[in-house]
């Protein structure tokens, strides 16, 4: 019999559904196809493109590395792996996220080098159960990032909380895991979670404009954004100028009128 269960299940966490959790708060749904690149394609970066205001999500174009051959070998041409991303909003229609890609590739002049895959993705609900007596969940099976859906870094983080977890709990004679929500909550992955979880509305919804204009009018909250991005340490210096940076675009805002920028 095993003493615990951790459940890393993903999307469709089988494990998530016995213990009886909600579908959660957030979902997403996204799609993408491989195409090859473009003259356009900057194939060092990862290209994020938010500049559709009536969708709530992004399309992106992020290079990919080409199938390996037959023989093993890849070539050394990277394609791009094009996708649109959306979080549905409490009752309002979905989008066809299939035809805005379409579309996309359209007016990229881009041609798709197989049929669309498609995706469903849950973000993150704080309040949600993350487990039960002797099972955690972790990773897409908890909720990740529901901002941009990202959840890589975020599943290894849960992996190192959850994992620390198990051990120390198991090690005093622990099965029932107690406390678990309350070490993510205090674990870089909960600050990160909520944090993404609280900037939802900042970026799709109201406050939208106020935050693109924001971001346009300082270097700071940019530098800012891409190290935390990143991965990179970000320095109260660099929060306290970001924070100074967007206290002036908010009165230049109230002074001109939230206009969107371009
Ligand atoms: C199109 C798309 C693009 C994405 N791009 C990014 C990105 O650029 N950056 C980023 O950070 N995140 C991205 N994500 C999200 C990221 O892939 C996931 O958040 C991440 O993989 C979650 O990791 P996980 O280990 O929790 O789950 P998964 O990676 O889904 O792993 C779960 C595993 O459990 C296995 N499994 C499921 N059920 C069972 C079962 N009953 N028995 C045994 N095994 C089972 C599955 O086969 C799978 O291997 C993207 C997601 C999609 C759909």
């Given at each position: 019999v095993a003493r615990a269960l951790v459940g890393a299940d993903g999307v469709g966490s089988f494990v998530r559904r016995w213990l009886g959790a909600p579908r959660g708060r957030f979902s997403a749904q996204a799609v993408e196809v491989d195409t090859e690149p473009l003259p356009s394609d900057e194939l060092g970066t990862l290209a994020f493109d938010l500049s559709d205001a009536e969708l709530r999500g992004y399309a992106w174009d992020f290079p990919t590395p080409s199938p390996a051959t037959s023989a093993g070998a890849r070539d050394a041409t990277p394609l791009v792996c094009r996708g649109v991303y959306e979080l549905a909003a409490e009752g309002a229609p979905r989008r066809d996220v299939g035809a805005l890609l379409e579309r996309r590739l359209r007016e990229q002049g881009a041609r798709a080098l197989g049929p669309p895959r498609r995706y469903a993705e849950r973000g993150l609900c704080l309040h949600e159960p993350l487990g039960a007596p002797g099972v955690l969940l972790v990773g897409e099976a908890a909720g990740v990032d529901p901002v941009l859906g990202e959840g890589i870094a975020q599943a290894i983080f849960y992996g190192a909380t959850a994992g620390a977890h198990l051990a120390a709990s198991l090690a005093r004679g622990d099965e029932s895991l107690e406390g678990y929500r309350d070490v993510v909550e205090g674990a870089r992955i909960g600050l990160d979670l909520r944090a993404r979880a609280l900037a939802v509305p900042l970026v799709y919804d109201g406050a939208r404009a106020?935050?693109?204009?924001?971001?346009?009018?300082?270097?700071?909250?940019?530098?800012?954004?891409?190290?935390?991005?990143?991965?990179?340490?970000?320095?109260?210096?660099?929060?306290?100028?970001?924070?100074?940076?967007?206290?002036?675009?908010?009165?230049?805002?109230?002074?001109?009128?939230?206009?969107?920028?371009?």
């Open positions: 106020l935050v693109e204009r924001a971001l346009v009018g300082s270097a700071s909250l940019r530098e800012l954004g891409a190290r935390y991005f990143g991965g990179e340490r970000v320095g109260r210096g660099l929060v306290a100028r970001a924070a100074l940076e967007v206290a002036l675009e908010v009165g230049r805002a109230a002074l001109s009128g939230p206009s969107r920028p371009t």
